[in-house]
């Protein structure tokens, strides 16, 4: 089946440094990914939309600037949260379009996400 | 807009016995469905979806869910429970331009006792 990797799967830093989470599909290429946000016991919320070798495109509310996001690849997308605060601790999923084939264009396959906690 | 409800925060049942997990879902035009499950600390699985096929819906592990325009529900059922079942379960609507934004449902705990 389709594989979404990350990494790293926990990360405690302090308040005000910089954290980078990576997310791969292992085994097919990923032209779109996305990344969600998921508080203790409440629903994904998509923070944006990531399209390889473009601009990611950010829901309403969530900063651009404190949240950022590089497609380089079709394998590869990385969040970068930046001047980390306690308030930015979460569980960060992320996941990965198929470009065509039998992986789909239509299906999103989910990384097993990135819980993130700043002291 | 597009939305979805998930009418039970949780649900229990007996292994053995039949799994219903209902959802309600609101939109503007014909929509696409997913439900998708998390085991604690582990990634969204894809259960099934609706694309505008056949309205009834067979999944992996047992799981089905139908799909009923008059009456905008998606309920998800399974005849019998595993105790492996036990996990959180979304209902998943398809958001409004752009094919794969999708909007999630609050979830379903759904728990599996002997």
């Not at chain 1, 992320?94 to 789909?104: E, F, H, L, M």
Request: proline share 4%.
């Amino acid at each position: 089946g389709a594989v979404v990797s990350q990494h790293p799967s926990w990360v405690i830093c302090k308040s005000g440094t910089s954290v980078k989470i990576e997310c791969r599909s292992l085994d097919f290429q990923a032209t779109t990914m996305f990344w969600y946000r998921q508080f203790p016991k409440q629903s994904l919320m998509l923070m944006a939309t990531s399209n390889e070798g473009s601009k990611a495109t950010y829901e309403q509310g969530v900063e651009k600037d404190k949240f950022l996001i590089n497609h380089a690849s079709l394998t590869l997308s990385t969040l970068t949260v930046t001047s980390a605060h306690p308030e930015d601790s979460s569980f960060y999923i992320c996941s990965a379009r198929g470009t065509s084939g039998r992986k789909g264009t239509d299906t999103q396959y989910f990384g097993p996400g990135t819980r993130l906690t700043v002291l | 807009a597009q939305s979805v409800t998930q009418l039970d925060s949780h649900v229990s049942v007996s292994e053995g016995t039949p799994v219903l997990l209902r959802c309600n879902y609101s939109s503007s035009y014909s929509p696409s469905l997913f439900w998708y499950v998390q085991h604690p600390n582990k990634g969204l699985q894809l259960l099934l979806k609706y694309t505008s096929a056949a309205t009834l819906v067979k999944g992996i592990n047992g799981f089905e869910a139908e799909f009923k325009k008059s009456e905008t529900s998606f309920h998800l059922t399974k005849p019998s429970a595993h105790m492996s079942d036990a996990a959180e379960y979304f209902c998943v609507v398809s958001r409004k331009g752009g094919y794969n934004k999708l909007i999630f449902g609050a979830g379903t705990r759904l728990a599996v006792h002997p």
